[in-house]
């Protein structure tokens, strides 16, 4: 396994002259603050195929049998075929690529994960189309984080896709060569917290597939046990669910604490439940006690650490 977290994007995105018209979508974030973190796989499923740079623009269309089409309104060249063909075959390609995540394009008929224009012969075109590329891409990779450029301006959506794919990469290395059922414990023991965070009752259900790993075959608890994790990790975490995991995360070393030194760190943790400091804030003061009083059980927690500080992802109020 590569050492770098290797993401999919939209060739456009990276600022890449590729677009129909000959333009680009550059992404200032992804191009000026994850970039120095991921390796990209850039894919443009329109250039790629060989419709050319420039070239006509194409839209979805819904046929009368209620297919979707990909078609160039102005000639009425029917790409669907092609693109269907080039997508199983790229798609295919990148499960060699070790693929941590994917940034797709928003409304774009290749690359648009949801909500794309679909015209139908009469009316206005309504927004529930997939583009070709991105749906066979969803379904190949069903566990893999997915995510439009569009939705990763919304701080939830972004703290979520990026905590995914670092969770998923650990989870990669997890079920990397032959490992023991003790590997799986120490693993989901570490995760407690983000999964805490995100969803209690799943968290619960994934620590009965853990109780059961020594009855149930590898490769059929592997399965399982990566798709209900990453179902969990979908799940966003929210201020009431983050509140939880704190108090429960100072209870591990509320009696080496001072009076003063509690009420600090519970005020802390209130403030962030009212919205009025980000989590990165009490997040902090855990990482120092952690440290200080030495802590390991709460120092091996992904939570504490999930992703790279300078993403700042936990920085929104
Ligand atoms: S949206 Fe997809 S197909 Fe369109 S230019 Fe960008 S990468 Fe290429």
């Known amino acids: 396994m590569t050492n770098s977290i290797r993401l999919g994007i939209a060739t456009c995105l990276l600022g890449e002259q590729v677009r129909w018209d000959g333009g680009h979508k550059r992404d200032e974030f992804l191009v000026g603050t994850v970039a120095p973190h991921v390796e990209w796989v850039p894919v443009c499923p329109e250039e790629e195929s060989g419709m050319g740079v ?18 160039d309104p102005k000639s009425g060249k029917d790409h669907t075929a092609a693109m269907t063909r080039f997508s199983k075959q790229r798609v295919r390609a990148l499960a060699d690529e070790e693929l941590d995540g994917y940034v797709l394009k928003k409304d774009s008929p290749s690359c648009g994960m949801e909500r794309v224009r679909l015209h139908a012969e009469k009316g206005m075109p309504v927004r529930k189309g997939v583009g070709l590329f991105a749906a066979e891409l969803l379904a190949r990779f069903p566990h893999l984080p997915i995510e439009e450029e569009g939705r990763l301006n919304d701080p939830g959506l972004r703290e979520n896709f990026f905590e995914r794919v670092f969770a998923y ?19 989901h023991t570490a995760e407690k917290m983000l999964l805490l965070a995100h969803d209690p ?4 259900a994934l620590g009965r597939l853990v109780a059961a790993v020594k009855t149930v075959p590898r490769a059929d608890f592997q399965t399982q046990y990566s798709s209900a994790f990453m179902t969990v990790m979908r799940k966003l975490a929210t201020p009431r ?10 209870g591990h070393f509320s009696d080496q604490l001072d009076a003063a030194a509690r009420a600090e760190l519970s005020s802390l943790i209130e403030d962030f439940g009212h919205g009025l400091v980000p989590l990165i804030a009490p997040v902090t003061l855990f990482r120092h006690y952690v440290r200080r009083f030495d802590v390991p059980y709460l120092a091996d927690q992904s939570y504490l650490e999930p992703h790279p500080k300078e993403l700042m992802l936990r920085n929104h109020a």
Do not use: C
């Open 201 to 204: 009752q799943g968290y619960r």
């Open 54 to 71: 420039p070239r006509p623009p194409v839209r979805l269309e819904q046929d009368p049998h209620g297919a979707t089409r990909m078609v």
């Open 241 to 250: 669910k983050h509140v939880n995991v704190l108090q429960h995360m100072q």
């Open 169 to 187: 990469r650990r989870l990669r290395q997890l079920f990397i060569g032959r490992w023991k059922s003790g590997d799986v414990v120490r693993f």
